[in-house]
């Protein structure tokens, strides 16, 4: 995540501060050689492919932001996160596919660089390659795992990260549901937020919100990457010479990278990038069998599921496109629960003929799953349109409300999961809602502008 961020904004930004402030900002980029006495790698195929880790350093945090942060407790020097990035032949799309950091995982034979010992192949959690052999060994890894060829390496830490948001001015996130995690110390309300660097680093990082784990902690990572991409592209940071270079002197004092990623590629691929939005990065995770998958001597590891995964990397070689294409929608308001998940049914409480035909119609044509047979409601005219649920199925209820403006909630134990919607005479149209995690195709990929804030 964080080294998606530190690439987004080099390449969205290298174009717009001219060849000399680039070479000069090249220097500060520290050097690796992941690829090194390398052997049977894959075949290259189309467009280009980063690895890119965010690992767990702090050396350079202060002991007051580990604290109000909680980043105590020493460092394991693994990959905390783990994404490859491909970069489409046209450049004019950026795939983002998360490799869960607890995949299993077999590492290649492979000779320790620092002792000389030489290591038989066995089984680990993917981010203990890091651990093991460093970049070189995760390279190898990964593209064993994956079969395609890795063409550029880089990685930031925590520090980098926190200061290339602050630099950017923040970065703006949204959430339906409240988000807490006593482990980071990540606590947001409902709504929008303007996060820092810190708090920023508590989102990505969170991962005991929920029973998505590991996996709700990637989908977070990729929604924050959306948002700091409209955030660089949409704030003038890219226009501003002066401005971008602050952002980017920041970044770079904690990059490595290899010897083959520098000026002239950066240059070379920014410029060809220069129209680059939201909307041309999809994102997504690689298709799992499920999670709990057990290894003795490692623990609970997540296994890919073998068909799909192999199927995503296949697209990724041929340069295809991963989320389906869909017309931009219309801004709407942000629910806990989707609306196709949620039944309702239709009264009319007033005596205006066709009411309740009209508001069926609104609310399917914002995606609830209405029964399109609107009733008329017995008795004399209701002035506030009101929704009755039964109280087991009260997020639907929140949410069906946000549709409804002004109305009224009415609990009615026993009611069942179909929500009753009574239009009375305040009733002046239905508001568009939609729900944080859209439809995500086949394998589970939106584009970015489908996850930023409405």
């Known amino acids: 995540m964080r080294v998606a961020t530190t690439l987004s904004v080099l390449v969205l930004g290298a174009g717009g ?5 680039v070479t000069s900002l090249d220097t500060g980029i520290g050097r690796v050689d992941p690829f090194r006495d390398m052997k049977n790698r894959p075949e290259s195929g189309h467009g280009m492919n980063l690895l890119v880790v965010g690992t767990d350093g702090r050396d350079k945090i202060t002991k007051k932001e580990k604290q109000k942060y909680r980043l105590g407790g020493a460092p394991c020097h693994c990959t905390d996160t783990i994404m490859l990035v491909h970069i489409s032949a046209d450049r004019e799309r950026a795939s983002v596919v998360s490799l869960p950091r607890d995949s299993y995982a077999e590492i290649p034979e492979h000779t320790d660089a620092t002792t000389g010992k030489h290591h038989e192949p066995h089984p680990v959690k993917l981010n203990a390659a890091y651990a093991e052999g460093g970049p070189s060994l995760t390279v190898r890894t990964v593209e064993h795992m994956t079969k395609v060829k890795i063409d550029h390496f880089l990685e930031v830490d925590f520090t980098s990260f926190m200061k290339t948001v602050d630099a950017l001015g923040g970065v703006e996130i949204c959430n339906a549901r409240p988000l ?3 482990y980071t110390g990540l606590d947001l309300a409902v709504g929008t937020h303007k996060l820092d660097g810190g708090q920023s680093l508590q989102y990505v990082r969170s991962r005991h ?3 998505a784990a590991d996996l709700g902690r990637m989908q977070r ?5 959306a948002a700091l991409i409209h955030q660089a592209t949409s704030s003038g940071v890219l226009l501003n010479p002066v401005k971008l270079r602050e952002v980017t002197s920041t970044m770079l004092n904690s990059v490595r990278a ?13 410029k060809a990038m220069r129209g680059f939005t939201a909307a041309a990065s999809e994102f997504t995770s690689v298709p799992v069998s499920g999670a709990g998958h057990p290894v003795k001597g490692i623990g609970s590891t997540v296994k890919w599921d073998e068909a ?4 995503l990397f296949q697209m990724l070689r041929e340069d295809r496109p991963l989320a389906p294409h869909r017309p931009k929608r219309p801004k709407a308001t942000l629910v806990d629960v989707s609306p196709q998940q949620i039944r309702v049914q239709v009264y009319n409480g007033t005596h205006t003929d066709g009411l309740g035909k009209k508001v069926d119609a609104s609310l399917r044509a914002t995606g609830f799953s209405t029964t399109r ?3 008329t409601g017995g008795g004399r005219e209701v002035r506030r349109t009101y929704v009755t649920y039964d109280p087991r199925w009260d997020r639907s209820a929140k949410s069906l409300a946000a549709a409804l403006p002004g109305c009224e909630l009415r609990a009615a134990k026993g009611q069942g999961p179909t929500l009753k919607v009574t239009a009375g005479t305040d009733y002046k149209g239905v508001t568009a809602v939609r729900a944080e995690d859209p439809y995500r195709g086949e394998f589970g990929a939106v584009t970015g502008d489908q996850v930023v804030c409405p």
């Open 209 to 211: 919100i929920d029973g």
């Open 308 to 311: 799909k995964s192999k199927k």
């Open 180 to 182: 807490k995690d006593s």
């Open 258 to 270: 290899d010897k083959g990623f520098g000026t002239e590629e950066l240059l070379a691929l920014s």
């Open 221 to 225: 990572q990729q929604r924050f990457l």
């Open 17 to 21: 501060i001219g060849h000399a402030v």
């Open 373 to 375: 047979a609107p009733l």
